[in-house]
């Protein structure tokens, strides 16, 4: 009686690899968003964290949106202190490691926006991996204040300046 339980229970094990999975499967995606722009602005930037819960390296290599006529993978670069953004041709997500998009750094370039992104609002992105496996996400479009942050900072100096002349 227990032979046969035992043999199928094996050929599962040896099946096993067989159903490894895509890289859709091994990577999980953590607090997609993208940035809330402007009516007038047709181009922002989405940002998420993929784990890689696989054995293998996985790479994003390409992105796409029915929000949008365009997604392009970048990064930033100090060009001399001049923070530049630059193509790549891919993403790396290390096998059990992890890939942080975020604002400075990698981020997917929002291009071509066929609507406004307002905050609260979900955008739909679908990451297409190196093996062709597609993942659809939904960003949650999030105001972000650097520049709000750095305005403020700036109307204290001037406050401090017109102070100073007094
Ligand atoms: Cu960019």
Known sequence: MRNPITAAALSLLLAAPVFAGTAADDIHV???????????????????????????????????????????????????????????????IPAGGKTE??????????????????AGEKMPITLIFEDGSKKEIQAEVRRFDMMMKHDMKHDMHMKHDMQMKH
């Open 30 to 92: 953590m607090d997609p968003w993208a940035r809330e722009v402007p009516p007038n602005m047709k181009t922002s930037a989405g940002f998420l964290t993929m784990m890689n819960r696989g054995a293998v390296d996985h790479k994003l290599v390409a992105a796409e949106s029915p929000a949008t006529g365009m997604v392009e993978l970048h990064t930033h670069i100090n060009d001399n202190g001049v923070m530049r953004m630059r193509p790549v041709k891919d993403m790396p």
């Open 101 to 118: 998009l975020k604002p400075g750094g990698l981020h997917l370039m929002l291009m071509k926006l066929k609507q406004p992104l307002k």
